[in-house]
């Protein structure tokens, strides 16, 4: 099988584990990484990608996507590791998506497997390797597409993108939650979700209409949705 390795993780750890060492002890150090998980996995091939910074669509659907992490430090040497990446091991930088989108096509589209720490890569269905816990799983069409609602629920603080409690005041709690894993069709599992923000203006948690709330879900789902199809774009489910 062929991978996908979620590039920006390693640059990221590899960075900050390097800070105080030379150059090229990080970008050996970043070699390391990749060549042991094509290792561990008996992979055919691998591709890393790469995130190509502020080119990215959500920035134009929510200017405040990952506004949290503005300042944040980064590791001294990541510019080094990334241009290593690139001209030394054929990696993919992505322009205009993240390399999260790009890894969700490939395994969609080609069948390869997924290397990620990055939680939010259980929203595609296929094989996937955590390296931390040594771990290979199988996410299913129902699991990821569950992972996501449960998503447009929770939000994801790590993205700025706020979730149910930050718009309602309302906690996703496991009652809300819940229903979710007993769902199998995406029309039914966003009318679940879209049903948790309706009642919670019934409960005058908050005043808005249903248009509104339309508008907030496509915008939440259109910034936590990881492409499956070239230029995809996440609109409601039919049904």
Same mark, same amino acid.
């Given at each position: 099988?062929?991978?996908?390795?979620d590039?920006?993780?390693?640059?990221?750890?590899?960075g900050?584990? +390097?800070?105080?060492?030379p150059?090229?002890?990080?970008?050996?150090? *970043?070699?390391?990484a !990749? /060549?042991?998980? !094509?290792y561990?996995?008996?992979?055919?091939?691998?591709?890393?990608?790469?995130t190509n910074?502020?080119d990215?669509?959500? $920035?134009? =659907?929510?200017?405040?996507y990952k506004?949290?992490? +503005?300042? *944040? #430090?980064? #590791? !001294?040497?990541?510019? *080094?590791?990334?241009?290593f990446f690139v001209?030394?091991?054929?990696?993919? %930088?992505?322009?205009?998506?993240?390399?999260?989108?790009? %890894?969700? =096509?490939?395994?969609?589209?080609?069948?390869h497997g997924?290397?990620?720490?990055?939680?939010?890569?259980?929203?595609? *269905?296929?094989?996937?390797?955590?390296?931390?816990?040594?771990?290979?799983?199988?996410?299913?069409?129902?699991?990821?597409?569950?992972?996501?609602?449960?998503?447009?629920?929770?939000?994801d603080?790590?993205?700025?993108?706020?979730?149910?409690?930050?718009?309602?005041?309302?906690?996703?709690?496991k009652?809300?939650v819940e229903p979710?894993?007993? %769902?199998d069709?995406?029309? /039914?599992m $966003?009318?679940?979700?879209?049903?948790v923000?309706?009642?919670? !203006?019934?409960?005058k948690? %908050?005043? +808005?209409?249903? +248009?509104?709330?339309?508008?907030?879900?496509?915008?939440?789902?259109?910034?936590?949705?990881?492409?499956?199809?070239?230029?995809?774009?996440w609109?409601?489910?039919?049904g």
């Amino acid at each position: 099988m062929r991978w996908a390795i979620d590039g920006d993780i390693i640059c990221y750890a590899v960075g900050f584990a +390097s800070n105080d060492d030379p150059v090229e002890y990080a970008l050996r150090s *970043a070699r390391t990484a !990749v /060549e042991k998980i !094509v290792y561990t996995l008996s992979a055919d091939g691998a591709d890393i990608y790469l995130t190509n910074g502020p080119d990215n669509y959500r $920035f134009d =659907i929510d200017p405040n996507y990952k506004g949290n992490r +503005s300042g *944040a #430090p980064k #590791p !001294v040497h990541i510019q *080094a590791i990334r241009e290593f990446f690139v001209d030394q091991m054929d990696a993919v %930088m992505c322009y205009g998506q993240e390399a999260d989108d790009a %890894m969700g =096509i490939a395994a969609t589209q080609h069948g390869h497997g997924i290397a990620t720490l990055d939680k939010d890569l259980d929203g595609i *269905a296929g094989v996937h390797y955590n390296w931390k816990k040594g771990r290979v799983y199988y996410v299913n069409p129902e699991a990821a597409d569950q992972f996501f609602y449960k998503q447009m629920l929770t939000g994801d603080s790590t993205d700025n993108i706020p979730g149910l409690f930050k718009r309602t005041g309302a906690k996703a709690m496991k009652k809300v939650v819940e229903p979710l894993a007993y %769902m199998d069709e995406p029309a /039914e599992m $966003f009318a679940h979700v879209k049903q948790v923000y309706v009642d919670a !203006v019934a409960d005058k948690v %908050m005043s +808005s209409d249903e +248009s509104d709330i339309d508008r907030w879900l496509l915008q939440q789902g259109q910034c936590l949705w990881i492409r499956r199809r070239e230029n995809e774009m996440w609109e409601f489910p039919n049904g």
